[in-house]
């Protein structure tokens, strides 16, 4: 194959921002990812199949079971997970990643969040840290990304936020009816609410129109292609450069090094399951916190037995998911008004600043539920099957309210991504393995977290109400999934530079949730987006002052 100045792995949030800035710079690129460009005419509208009932069957992909995954469990016990089981903890295989089919929640984190060591210390057992880059370096990026994707919302009924040079591009959605209940009760309360952000269409924006307010939309793709990810923003932008070659069902092996320790490009397996090779001047790796860390531990060499950018043991660690608490209210009146996308309200005001905890995280109102969603949100003692059971649907269906939000999640060293020695998928490539415990601080955050959301709801109005808390046993890497290869100014705690640049290998990247130092009390998609263009910008800039050669 023809040589290339970067080859991008992983068509996703933050690899689509990449191939955009990198193409319409001038550089050639190949753009490899491992799933199909699904469209919402794919994807039928099925409740179950959509909601990550994974047995039967991931819309989004991986379609089979040819990549398995190991689970370690809380006693130490691995267990060998298929991706029709509910431990597999699946992410989006497909062009645009979990963009296609996101709740497209949209925030910017705040800027404590960029400091977390410097403002609370690190608890005992933690490896809590400060990013080496601020709010203030990234805030240009978010604007970047806010305008280029496209993102509607309304900051200004909230204090709790960074400063911004601009409003978002476009307005929020009219309020629904959950909305209009919780409002109030959170003025009465002394708080700050706000009509959360969200890449989503509200006015024709970028060629594309507004969202249709249909009730199926977290975990389904957008039929009127409203809701903004890189599938339909940045990646045809990409494409129509000339620059850009996307190559889908390509799973990629490894980064080939040369002697000298420089990367030279990747090989993978196509669509047919040959191996090819794709030499290259630099490789970036976007393949998600999981993938990319195990792409960079297969990637073993003589200069580098451990693993691509793992001299010091980095690669796989801190990683970190989200732990979502909140509460469920019950009303005595209809709460369900059948408009999407359903979140529509938010709280920012227990972020940070709560004496004893290290965070907190936002707060909003749930995407729009739907029979399946309830199954598990029924009162307490409600039968699971049955009379019973279908009386309490028809009861609460159209009465409930849920606030929940993301907790701010304390990252330890010991959970991890590591390659198990004896799993392999279909391409012969050890699968990735899942261990270690979240934090227990975290589980104090989202106790608090759940017991503010139920006054808020007894505030709107609920008659009872259920607190969801949970206490996973091991960490999460699903949905939200960040932090195994770090980004920092010292190699001996960090996998990239502030630039996300390999430490040890200089035209090597890794550019998605991965990089993340802590995950924030927020969905972190903006975030990811935003440093994709930071970093994007860093690494043009060096390319046309070096060409990253010797």
């Avoid at 006693?75 to 298929?82: A, C, E, S, Y």
């Avoid at 200004?156 to 959605?173: E, I, V, Y």
């Avoid at 109005?461 to 980004?487: F, K, N, W, Y």
Wanted: aromatic share 8%; glycine share 12%.
């Amino acid at each position: 194959m023809k040589r290339v100045n970067a080859v991008v792995v992983g068509a996703g949030a933050a690899g689509g921002i990449v191939a955009k800035e990198l193409a319409t710079a001038g550089l050639s690129v190949a753009l490899l990812e491992r799933g199909k460009w699904y469209t919402a005419n794919d994807c039928r509208k099925d409740d179950l199949r959509n909601q990550r009932v994974t047995a039967l069957g991931n819309a989004f992909g991986p379609e089979d079971e040819g990549n398995p995954r190991v689970l370690v469990d809380a006693k130490g016990v691995p267990h060998i997970v298929l991706a029709s089981e509910g431990g597999y903890q699946n992410d989006a295989a497909c062009v645009g990643g979990g963009t296609l089919s996101y709740g497209a929640q949209a925030w910017r984190y705040m800027p404590q969040d960029f400091r977390m060591r410097s403002t609370y210390g690190a608890p005992q057992g933690s490896s809590l840290e400060d990013w080496p880059i601020s709010y203030d370096d990234l805030e240009p990026y978010y604007d970047k990304a806010e305008y280029q994707i496209g993102i509607s919302g309304d900051y200004s009924g909230t204090p709790f936020k960074g400063p911004r040079k601009r409003d978002l591009p476009m307005p929020p959605l009219a309020p629904n009816r959950e909305f209009e209940i919780l409002w109030p009760a959170a003025k009465r309360l002394g708080l700050h609410p706000f009509h959360l952000p969200m890449a989503r269409n509200t006015v024709p924006y970028n060629g594309r129109g507004p969202c249709m307010r249909c009730r199926w939309c977290c975990g389904f793709a957008c039929e009127v292609d409203a809701k903004n990810g890189s599938q339909n923003t940045v990646i045809p932008v990409a494409l129509a450069t000339g620059n850009c070659d996307l190559r889908t069902e390509c799973m990629v092996k490894e980064i080939l090094t040369d002697d000298q320790g420089r990367a030279r490009g990747v090989s993978y397996f196509d669509a047919n399951g040959h191996l090819q090779e794709q030499l290259a001047d630099i490789v970036v790796v976007s393949g998600c916190a999981t993938e990319s860390a195990r792409l960079l531990l297969n990637s073993k060499s003589k200069l580098f037995p451990a693993g691509l950018g793992n001299r010091y043991d980095q690669v796989g660690r801190h990683l970190q998911g989200h732990h979502y608490t909140g509460a469920i209210g019950y009303f005595d009146f209809d709460t369900y008004d059948d408009v999407g996308p359903g979140a529509s309200i938010a709280i920012c005001d227990y972020n940070h600043g709560t004496p004893g905890l290290s965070g907190g995280g936002m707060l909003a109102n749930e995407f729009i539920r739907l029979p399946i969603h309830m199954i598990d949100r029924l009162p307490e003692n409600t039968p699971s099957w049955g009379p019973g059971h279908k009386k309490a649907m028809r009861d609460w269906h159209k009465r409930t309210i849920q606030v929940f939000g993301p907790t701010q999640q304390i990252p330890t060293a010991t959970g991890r991504v590591t390659v198990d020695p004896a799993v392999k998928d279909k391409w012969g490539m050890p699968v990735v393995r899942l261990e270690g415990n979240v934090h227990p601080h975290t589980f104090d955050i989202g106790d608090v977290q759940a017991k503010r959301a139920e006054a808020w709801l007894k505030e709107a109005g609920a008659i009872h109400t259920s607190l969801a808390t949970g206490r996973p046993e091991t960490v999460s890497a699903s949905q939200h999934q960040a932090g195994t290869c770090r980004m920092g100014n010292d190699p001996k705690g960090s996998v990239v530079n502030k630039f996300c640049q390999v430490h040890d290998v200089d035209n090597v990247f890794v550019i998605d949730g991965s990089v993340h130092v802590t995950n924030g009390g927020f969905n972190p998609a903006l975030t990811i987006m935003a440093v994709a263009f930071y970093a994007s910008d860093a690494l043009v800039h060096n390319w046309k002052g070096t060409g990253f050669r010797s």
